[in-house]
């Protein structure tokens, strides 16, 4: 067993209270499915929300799946035990929805009315030019 000195333990206490104050962290958790939403209420009185389809791991997982969400660390993290899944509060506030490579994947795979006219015509005028070289 690894003994900590006095100043050792203040030190980590004082990094405890500093990250207290300055990280959102939760109260409660609960998943609205008629909203498709994780709700997160913060202990600073604010609400956060997000849709589970942009999180990787939840995003193709069952709403009883997703509502088996509880606080976990001292309300810094959330897990799903059944998912096997974890992820820390502050990361889901700055929008940190999976890992970097997960969330590369997602970018750009939005499709709408726009981008298939735009898709369209552009094709009818011969598609992306030759690169010159």
Do not use: C
């Not at 958790?29 to 604010?46: F, M, P």
């Not at 490579?101 to 795979?109: D, I, L, P, T």
């Amino acid at each position: 067993m690894v003994e900590l000195t006095d100043a050792q333990i203040a030190a980590a206490e004082e990094r405890e209270r500093i990250i207290a104050q300055t990280q959102p962290h939760a109260k409660a958790a609960r998943y609205d499915a008629k909203a498709d939403r994780v709700i997160v209420e913060l202990t600073s009185g604010a609400t956060f929300a997000f849709p589970p389809r942009l999180v990787q791991g939840l995003h193709d997982a069952s709403p009883a799946q997703i509502a088996e969400v509880e606080v976990i660390g001292a309300g810094y993290g959330l897990h799903w035990g059944a998912l096997d899944l974890d992820y820390t509060v502050p990361g889901l506030i700055n929008g940190i929805f999976g890992t970097a490579k997960w969330m590369a994947a997602q970018a750009g795979r939005g499709t709408s009315a726009a981008k298939a006219a735009a898709a369209r015509a552009n094709g009818a005028k011969g598609g992306r030019p030759r690169k010159m070289g």
